[in-house]
């Protein structure tokens, strides 16, 4: 509330991204948290992310800022960022990450508000939810 901003974070495990990009870019050499990992791989992971990640703020579509990324283990955290959120009235998020990889693909959903905490999950016959405030 302070920073008005959404703060993002997905968690994705890392051998699912590799697989997905090695499939929608036709290329088996992908591999990220290793030292075979490139900046153009990397690049290749954030485009994924922002093509599969939607967000409406107040019945407005904004497309995140992607801050970066980290590995723990066999995780990736990628980092986003909505900013200027003063007044937070309504958020629907659409989550299709994996989705074109398996079809019982389930992201789960956190969202912590000063006012609340909710979970959901999203499927690929129901990609998006929409949540009201105030």
């Known amino acids: 509330k302070k920073k008005e901003s959404l703060q993002i974070i997905t968690k994705i495990f ?3 991204l590799e697989n ?3 499939k929608r870019y036709q ?3 992908i591999s990220l948290a290793t030292t075979k990992e490139t900046e153009a791989y990397a690049d290749l ?4 992310i922002l093509k599969k990640l939607h967000f ?3 019945g407005k579509e904004i497309e995140p800022e992607y801050l970066g990324r980290e590995y723990d283990i066999d995780i990736m955290s990628a980092y986003l960022e909505i900013k200027d959120v003063s007044t ?3 958020l629907e998020i659409e989550n299709e990450v994996l989705f074109d990889m398996f ?3 389930q992201n789960i959903i956190h969202l912590k508000t000063p006012q609340t905490n909710r979970s959901f999950i999203l499927e690929k016959s129901k990609p998006k939810e ?3 405030f105030k």
Not at 45 to 48: G, L, M
């Open 45 to 48: 992971a954030k485009s994924y």
């Open 103 to 105: 079809d019982d693909q």
């Open 14 to 16: 890392i051998d699912d």
């Open 130 to 132: 929409m949540l009201n």
């Open 56 to 58: 409406k703020v107040n």
């Open 88 to 90: 937070l009235k309504s």
């Open 27 to 29: 290329n088996s050499d």
């Open 20 to 22: 997905v990009l090695r």
